[in-house]
Each structure stands twice: as structure tokens, then as C-alpha cells.
T-cell receptor, first 114, second 114 residues
Framework: AQSVTQLDSHVSVSEGTPVLLRCNYS??????LFWYVQHPNKGLQLLLKYTSAATLVKGINGFEAEFKKSETSFHLTKPSAHMSDAAEYFCVVSAYNQGGKLIFGQGTELSVKP | NAGVTQTPKFRVLKTGQSMTLLCAQD?????MYWYRQDPGMGLRLIHYSVGEGTTAKGEVPDGYNVSRLKKQNFLLGLESAAPSQTSVYFC?????????????FGDGTRLSIL
């Protein structure tokens, strides 16, 4: 069975400093992994996805994530935080061969201080 | 492009009342999904559909029914609302996928059961 664990429920950074949101996954198969962002009172927006191509995946708004099979991790990073990055972030793994079902982590709330 | 549209955006019900949430997508996606989001629990799959006229149970289907009579619409019904169904409900859609296609989300329906 697949699962994801987001290691921090809340992360706070200052504007202009790096962002690191941590995610570990468990999967018996080569996983498809996603990061989604949710701004207040909005739906989820895809940031990036990994589907067994390059291990370093670049997404929108300057975010990127690195797939590390040996560490079963898929951490999300950004070199310099912006106030508009304040939101909730979800690490997601796709359930293998189950009609595209997604398994969500519990979410990490990112706060950005001026 | 409208993408995924959910109706209504907010609703307050009394225990025992029934209602239907409507999801419409204009991207010609084959697959559609209903999730509920509760604090600290990420998103959990209620029901999903891999095509017109087909539906399947997700992780938390009890107390809900769904119908997919048209490809572009996916309806979620609560036959007898309970306070435990107070939540934010999200609809999503995607192309046919073995797991590597992202899902596109609506902005949610905020439902309170008194």
C-alpha cells in the first residue's frame, strides 16, 4: 500500500529565506508523486509532479522537488520565499493501478513573515 | 476556461435534511472524484468515477451517494445529513490515468450540518 508522511504540520520562514517542506513516502511500486498548494478558501493547485523521469522536478512559482529513492523522500524547496507563498502544501502519492486515486499527506501550513 | 465548477459554494443544513452537490468540468476529462477535507487529515476520497455511468467507492463512502449521468457532471448526494458530515467538499477531474496524471480541483463547497 502507498502512503505519504509530511514531517512538519507548520513551517514558518522569513520573506527572502529558503523554504523546505519535507515529505516521505511509502510505496511498493515506482511511485507517481505530486505537490499541491492550497491557498485560503481555494481548491488545490498542482505545483509539480514526479513520474519516474528526472529526479529533480521543477514546478511553478520557483518551487522544485527532488525524488530520492534511497531515502524515500520527495522534499519541496524554494530558494527565496515570497509573501504570496503562504498557503497549505500537500504531498501526494498516486495509488498504484486504482483509477488514478490519490493519497494525501496531512498537509504543511507555510507561514511567511515580512 | 472555467475548469472545475462546484455548486453551491456554501450551505448550512439541519440534521436529517438531504442535498446534492454538483460538480461540472469543461475539460472533457474521463475521470472525476469527490473528496472531503477535514482539519489535519488532508483530503479523503469519498467516491470516484472512471467514466459516464460508472461510479466506485473511495476511502470514506458511507452516508454519500453519487451519480455520473453525463460525462461533464458528477453529483454527490447526502440522503440524511449528519453533523459528522460537516466538512469542505472538493471535486476533481483528470484524464484517464494509471496514476501519473494530475487532478484538477474545484474551489470547494463548505457544508455545515447543525
Amino acid at each position: 500500500a502507498q502512503s505519504v508522511t509530511q514531517l512538519d504540520s507548520h513551517v514558518s520562514v522569513s520573506e527572502g529565506t529558503p523554504v523546505l517542506l519535507r515529505c516521505n513516502y511509502s510505496s511498493s511500486y515506482s511511485p507517481s508523486l505530486f505537490w499541491y498548494v492550497q491557498h485560503p478558501n481555494k481548491g488545490l493547485q498542482l505545483l509539480l509532479k514526479y513520474t519516474s523521469a528526472a529526479t529533480l522536478v521543477k514546478g511553478i512559482n520557483g518551487f522544485e522537488a527532488e525524488f530520492k529513492k534511497s531515502e524515500t523522500s520527495f522534499h519541496l524547496t524554494k530558494p527565496s520565499a515570497h509573501m504570496s507563498d503562504a498557503a497549505e502544501y500537500f504531498c501526494v502519492v498516486s495509488a498504484y493501478n486504482q483509477g488514478g486515486k490519490l493519497i494525501f499527506g496531512q498537509g504543511t501550513e507555510l507561514s511567511v513573515k515580512p | 476556461n472555467a475548469g472545475v465548477t462546484q455548486t453551491p459554494k456554501f450551505r448550512v443544513l439541519k440534521t436529517g435534511q438531504s442535498m446534492t452537490l454538483l460538480c461540472a468540468q469543461d475539460m472533457n476529462h474521463e475521470y472525476m472524484y469527490w473528496y472531503r477535507q477535514d482539519p489535519g487529515m488532508g483530503l479523503r476520497l469519498i467516491h470516484y468515477s472512471v467514466g459516464e455511468g460508472t461510479t466506485a467507492k473511495g476511502e470514506v463512502p458511507d452516508g454519500y451517494n453519487v451519480s455520473r449521468l453525463k460525462k461533464q457532471n458528477f453529483l454527490l448526494g447526502l440522503e440524511s445529513a449528519a453533523p459528522s458530515q460537516t466538512s469542505v467538499y472538493f471535486c476533481a477531474s483528470s484524464y484517464p490515468t494509471g496514476g501519473n496524471q494530475p487532478q484538477h480541483f474545484g474551489d470547494g463547497t463548505r457544508l455545515s450540518i447543525l
